[in-house]
T-cell receptor, first 116, second 112 residues
């Protein structure tokens, strides 16, 4: 069964606007971590933001924030003030477990294109 | 500089040949992972290792093999049994209780 679901295969956003990328996850573990990565056309994976399952506050990193709704099992990424350089593939990922590493699994990704 | 290095960046292989992709990290990380990515797709887990001399199959391990003889190294062999090996391969590592997995630059494998 798919553990990470990203329902938006692609989206266009205008420069300087905010965009929300959806991510839902499925786990029975109480302890887990949620991640967002950006992959530009070069192929490298760039870490953006992390949210632990016990973190009470939503994570923020510069223009990135994670809207964590634990009861709904969603971890949406919000990019504020989009820039042309934000055009890339974005992946949501989850690692289950706390003291040992479970599988680090990824969603199918959302392709974002920022237009002038 | 600390980081994770994959080599080579591009690799061509003839059908029927085994090929080994290198992944080295100097971050002193215990966990290492191999992923496969097909065009326009997400990352699928091939194998992962939590400690030296131990590794587990991921979701698509058939046709692949790994070893973890040293903490720093986690090579992936794509065997001739892998029916569709052309893909982008990414290696990652993670420290205990870390909040980020570090990725290599990837190896693009093409079977000719």
């Amino acid at each position: 069964a798919q553990k990470i679901t990203q329902t938006q295969p692609g989206m266009f956003v205008q420069e300087k606007e905010a965009v929300t990328l959806d991510c839902t996850y499925d786990t029975s573990d109480q302890s887990y971590g949620l991640f967002w990565y950006k992959q530009p056309s070069s192929g490298e994976m760039i870490f953006l933001i992390y949210q632990g399952s016990y973190d009470e506050q939503n994570a923020t990193e510069g223009r990135y924030s994670l809207n964590f709704q634990k009861a709904r099992k969603s971890a949406n990424l919000v990019i504020s003030a989009s820039q042309l350089g934000d055009s890339a593939m974005y992946f949501c990922a989850m690692r289950e477990g706390r003291d040992s590493w479970g599988k680090f699994q990824f969603g199918a990704g959302t392709q974002v294109v920022v237009t002038p | 500089d600390g980081g994770i290095t994959q080599s080579p960046k591009y690799l061509f292989r003839k059908e029927g040949q085994n090929v080994t992709l290198s992944c080295e990290q100097n971050l002193n990380h215990d966990a290492m992972y191999w992923y496969r990515q097909d065009p326009g797709q997400g990352l699928r887990l091939i194998y992962y290792s939590q400690i030296v001399n131990d590794f587990q199959k991921g979701d698509i391990a058939e046709g692949y093999s790994v070893s973890r003889e040293k903490k720093e190294s986690f090579p992936l062999t794509v065997t001739s049994a892998q029916k569709n090996p052309t893909a982008f391969y990414l290696c990652a590592s993670e420290g205990r209780a870390d909040t980020e997995a570090f990725f290599g630059q990837g190896t693009r494998l093409t079977v000719v």
